[in-house]
T-cell receptor
């Protein structure tokens, strides 16, 4: 059974720091992996989607990598800003089986302090 | 930029009452999802549509919840009767196809008193 873990659960950094958020999954048979951002009391915003055949995706100051063999994805945020404060969730879509719905981590709550 | 629309944004209802949520996906997106999210947890899929057909409703409490997408475009999720434990954020998402990138709406915050 696929399980997704995000560590740490919470992170606080000073403005301007480069940081890495981690997402681990137990089954390497994935179709894709998606990173989302969620502000308090709001819906989710899709940040990056990585297909299983890809190693990384970039959007602005964000870079997501995928290593299926080790069951890991990282979200790199460069030059963090207070506006980056939010909860970041990763979700994995299995590549096999009848039920291929997204499997979610619990998220990392990020606070970027001015 | 196209967005997923949801209404209402907030809903307060008394237990045993009926409540309904509406979602309009991004134009051209065949797949529509309803999720429930409790604070501090990841979203839980309640029901997934492909066009007007239900693909997965295994986690939908069918004794009180119902969902429809009659014309394969917008969708309604209903709860009747509402219970205190239904208090949560209800999120709608859509994707171009069954395996595509999911885009979420702003959500409906439901409080049952």
């Amino acid at each position: 059974k696929q399980e997704v873990t995000q560590i740490p659960a919470a992170l606080s950094v000073p403005e301007g720091e480069n940081l890495v958020l981690n997402c681990s999954f137990t089954d390497s048979a994935i179709y894709n992996l998606q990173w989302f951002r969620q502000d308090p009391g709001k819906g989710l915003t899709s940040l990056l989607l990585i297909q299983s055949s890809q190693r990384e995706q970039t959007s602005g100051r964000l870079n997501a990598s995928l290593d299926k063999s080790s069951g890991r994805s990282t979200l790199y945020i460069a030059a963090s800003q207070p506006g980056d404060s939010a909860t970041y969730l990763c979700a994995v879509r299995p590549s096999a089986g009848n039920n291929r719905k997204l499997i979610w981590g619990l998220g990392t709550s990020l606070a970027v302090n001015p | 930029e196209a967005e997923v629309a949801q209404s209402p944004r907030y809903k307060i209802t008394e237990k045993s009452q009926a409540v309904a949520f509406w979602c309009d996906p991004i134009s051209g997106h065949a797949t529509l999802y309803w999720y429930r999210q409790i604070l501090g947890q990841g979203p839980e899929l309640l029901v997934q549509f492909q066009d007007e057909s239900v693909v997965d409703d295994s986690q939908l409490p069918k004794d009180r919840f119902s969902a429809e997408r009659l014309k394969g475009v917008d969708s309604t999720l209903k709860i009747q009767p509402a219970e205190l434990g239904d208090s949560a954020m209800y999120l709608c998402a859509s994707s171009r196809d069954l395996e595509g990138e999911q885009y979420f709406g702003p959500g409906t915050r439901l409080t049952v008193t």
